[in-house]
């Protein structure tokens, strides 16, 4: 292993925060690494970590040298970026991460056509409802609902995701058909609830176009989106969902959307998002053919809902 690979691993065990979990992506054992890093210690003649049984420090001397490390892997990653630009064919590794539901059910299809057409692409596909480190763990693309906020990321909006109300026939049997949005109030919800975000209410626009919010009484909570559509077809609550989790169950009948009036505040949209501009051709043309499959206009889950475009202040 040379000078540069050393650097390189370096910057991994800071980033990743510990010589275990660098260990553990590159799959070696970690006294492997910690060898290393001494080595590259040795080979530059000066300490780089402050070590103890449990964790580490930076030294002043390390601290620079994690900057030269970050900055050598971008020039790295640039150097491979253009050499692929100018391959006829794209080859190589593509490596996406999406939640679990996108990656089922949008971005499998896509993957099995593009490597039909282009059989040299490798793909590996991570699929987890936590964000992940893009740069760090060597990403090329992630697909997610709502833009990052880490803004040095490249993101790109690539369809709209609106909300809907949603409750079974059984539900409407045993309950009624809601009249007016403060009918919610009383009826059970299932609703989304994680670390992160806990749906609390119905956000709309009144008459005059301002913002207010009807509270809903949540019997069930769950981190993810098919579990409460699951909970929903059960008959015992209605939920606000966001259109992209939606398959046959509206156009089936299974599902009916309820007080389709209403001007629901839109949902976070469902964003492209990676590390630079300067895309490789393999990137750039599964990026191209995740657009055309999710549709420009109107995006491929809102085809699922018959009129949906007239739901919802949809227009």
Not at 101 to 106: K, L, N, P, S
Request: with cysteine; aromatic share 8%; proline share 4%.
């Amino acid at each position: 292993m040379d000078t540069t690979s050393r650097l390189l691993m370096l910057l991994e065990v800071v980033e990743r925060g510990s010589f275990a979990k660098a260990a553990e992506t590159r799959n070696i054992d970690r006294s492997v690494i910690s060898k290393q890093i001494s080595r590259l210690e040795d080979d530059l003649g000066v300490r780089l970590l402050n070590r103890t049984t449990r964790s580490f420090s930076l030294t002043a001397a390390g601290a620079e040298m994690i900057k030269k490390a970050a900055e050598l892997r971008e020039l790295l990653g640039e150097t491979v970026r253009l050499a692929e630009n100018y391959h006829q064919e794209p080859r190589g590794v593509l490596k996406i991460t999406s939640s679990t539901i996108i990656g089922r059910r949008y971005l499998q299809p896509v993957i099995n056509d593009f490597q039909k057409r282009f059989p040299q692409v490798e793909v590996e596909l991570r699929l987890d409802d936590k964000l992940v480190d893009l740069v760090s763990e060597g990403f090329d693309l992630a697909f997610r609902v709502g833009e990052p906020k880490d803004s040095s990321l490249i993101a790109r909006k690539i369809a709209r995701n609106r909300l809907l109300l949603l409750a079974s026939p059984e539900f409407i049997s045993t309950y009624g058909m809601p009249k007016c949005i403060e009918d919610l109030a009383d009826l059970p919800a299932a609703s989304y609830s994680s670390t992160s975000l806990r749906v609390e209410g119905v956000r709309y626009l009144d008459q005059y176009g301002d913002a207010q919010e009807q509270k809903i009484k949540s019997v069930f909570r769950a981190n993810d989106a098919e579990v409460l559509l699951d909970k929903t077809l059960s008959g015992t609550t209605y939920v606000l969902a966001p259109a992209f989790i939606i398959d046959d169950e509206v156009t089936s009948g299974r599902l009916i959307p309820l007080l389709t009036d209403l001007h629901l505040t839109e949902y976070s949209a469902m964003y492209a998002v990676y590390p630079h501009r300067d895309l490789p051709v393999r990137t750039r043309l599964f990026f191209d053919a995740i657009r055309e499959h999710l549709g420009k206009d109107t995006p491929l889950w809102e085809k699922n809902v018959p009129d949906f475009d007239r739901m919802y202040r949809g227009r």
